[in-house]
């Protein structure tokens, strides 16, 4: 099994930075994808950004791309997500999220999900 625990979140003003961590509680973290989504009240899971196992690769929604920054640390079973320039509509809980063998934009295909932190943009 996969726990996972995010951390970071709070309320900022915008145009401020936050940085959210993810940690994993498993036996081999580089053996999972990990991503990144948001959940806004009344709103879909959307996706926000996505990090291959080795951490080489990762993809990003056109919304965020540019502003946010994810990366992962296999030796400390960690991941991150830093999120710069932040706007009101970035306002939503966060989570993260690992799958074996998939890494991608669909959270359905995830199956591990920690329980979220709230990220509130405001002035």
């Known amino acids: 099994q996969v726990q996972l625990v995010e951390s970071g979140g709070g309320l900022v003003q915008p145009g401020g930075s936050l940085r959210l961590s993810c940690a994993a509680s498993v036996r081999t973290f580089s053996a999972y994808a990990m991503g990144w989504f948001r959940q806004a009240p009344g709103k879909e899971r959307d996706f926000v950004a996505a990090?291959?196992?080795?951490?080489?690769?990762?993809m990003y929604s056109a919304s965020v791309k540019g502003r946010f920054t994810i990366s992962r640390d296999n030796t400390k079973n960690a991941m991150y997500l830093q999120m710069d320039s932040l706007k009101p509509e970035d306002t939503a809980v966060y989570y993260c999220?690992?799958?074996?063998?998939?890494?991608?934009?669909?959270?359905?295909?995830?199956?591990?999900w920690g329980r979220g932190t709230q990220v509130t943009v405001s002035s």
């Open positions: 990090i291959s196992w080795s951490g080489s690769s990762t």
């Open positions: 999220a690992a799958d074996r063998s998939y890494w991608g934009s669909t959270y359905r295909e995830y199956d591990y």
